[in-house]
């Protein structure tokens, strides 16, 4: 099994600043990579796909990079309602698909 | 995108059967644009694949719940459905339908395109 481990665990950040998360995959997965984020007490909801496309209605201040193992998503300009946690999947393996662990962006 | 809504008991008890339904509006289960899944959320163990139907008699579960796992399509209803036997407190999640879209070929993609709200199932005497 792929495992996907994402850092840090917490991002600490102002509104209004940047911030990059990073996932690490054990194994390449190729651009099989997903972001999701999950608000509180909210389901995820899909950002990103094939690394670096946007889903359907996701602001442009949401952009995902990388291949193989390594993969970032960063957010320029943090809003109210990013702060949330954000899960990487790899689905180069699917089923099952691993999930990242998360990191968690909160309001510093 | 579809939506999708989970409906079942909240409160089981250990060695019984845990059922959930996922109703789809928006799309048809019999459509063959999508991998209907469940996917389970813990504090421990995070975000894990529970398992998917699709056209009505292909499934393809986790290999850890195999033996206690069924997940069946109602297209009469619109919904498929979860069930779990022989439930212990290590069941206890947020339990979560979701559509994984098919591409190419009607292969899974293995994205997932759309969740449920999520329901917590406590599995507790």
């Known amino acids: 099994e792929i495992v996907m481990t994402q850092s840090p665990a917490t991002l600490s950040v102002s509104p209004g600043e940047s911030t990059t998360l990073s996932c690490r995959a054990s194994?390449?997965?190729?651009?099989?990579l997903a972001w999701y984020q999950q608000r509180p007490g909210q389901a995820p909801r899909l950002l990103i796909y094939?690394?670096?496309t946007r889903a359907t209605d996701i602001p442009a201040r949401f952009s995902g990079s990388g291949s193989g193992t390594e993969f970032t998503l960063t957010i320029i300009g943090l809003q109210s309602e990013d702060f949330a946690v954000y899960y990487c999947?790899?689905?180069?393996?699917?089923?099952?698909?691993?999930f990242g662990q998360g990191t968690k962006v909160e309001i510093k | 995108q579809v939506q999708l809504q989970e409906s079942g008991p909240r409160l089981v008890k250990p060695s019984e059967t845990l059922s959930l339904t996922c109703s789809v509006s928006?799309?048809?289960?019999?459509?063959?644009?999508?991998?209907w899944t469940w996917i389970r959320q813990t504090g421990g163990k995070g975000l894990e694949w529970i398992g998917y139907?699709?056209?009505?008699?292909?499934?393809n579960y986790n290999s850890s719940l195999t033996s206690r796992l069924s997940i069946l399509l109602d297209t009469s209803k619109n919904q498929f459905s979860l069930h779990l036997a022989s439930v212990t407190a290590a069941d206890t999640a947020v339990y979560y339908c979701?559509?994984?879209?098919?591409?190419?070929?009607?292969?899974?993609?293995?994205?997932?395109?759309?969740w449920g709200q999520g329901t917590l199932v406590t599995v507790s005497s």
């Open positions: 979701a559509a994984v879209a098919s591409g190419t070929n009607r292969i899974p993609t293995g994205i997932i395109d759309s």
């Open positions: 928006g799309g048809s289960v019999s459509s063959g644009f999508y991998y």
């Open positions: 139907i699709y056209d009505s008699n292909r499934v």
């Open positions: 194994l390449s997965v190729d651009y099989n």
């Open positions: 094939d690394a670096s």
């Open positions: 999947q790899q689905y180069n393996s699917w089923p099952p698909g691993t």
